[in-house]
């Protein structure tokens, strides 16, 4: 079985970050629509071994109109990195 090691949970970070950024004007739209004062934004990573390493998908919710997006990827934590920094180029 695959290890969870720092390049998963980088990417799963990554993919988080991609995430928001996709859907920054729906969320900002939600928050300044809300009469509370804060919006709850839900995230869920799920990591499974792959045929070529952990395989990753992450999804936001949050409540505007019911948003539900997800972003998927595949680490190999044994595969050595070209670039040398440990991170990705999201």
Do not use: C, W
Request: net charge negative; hydrophobic share 40%.
């Amino acid at each position: 079985m695959a290890r969870i090691g720092m390049k998963t949970v980088q990417e799963a970070g990554n993919l988080i970050a991609i995430l928001l950024q996709e859907h920054q004007e729906a969320i900002e739209e939600a928050y300044l629509k809300t009469e509370a004062d804060s919006i709850t934004i839900n995230f869920t990573v799920k990591i499974k071994p792959g045929a070529k390493g952990n395989e990753i998908n992450t999804t936001i919710n949050f409540v505007s109109e019911r948003v539900k997006d997800s972003a998927s990827g595949t680490v190999d934590e044994s595969q050595l990195n070209v670039f040398g920094d440990g991170g990705s180029d999201a």
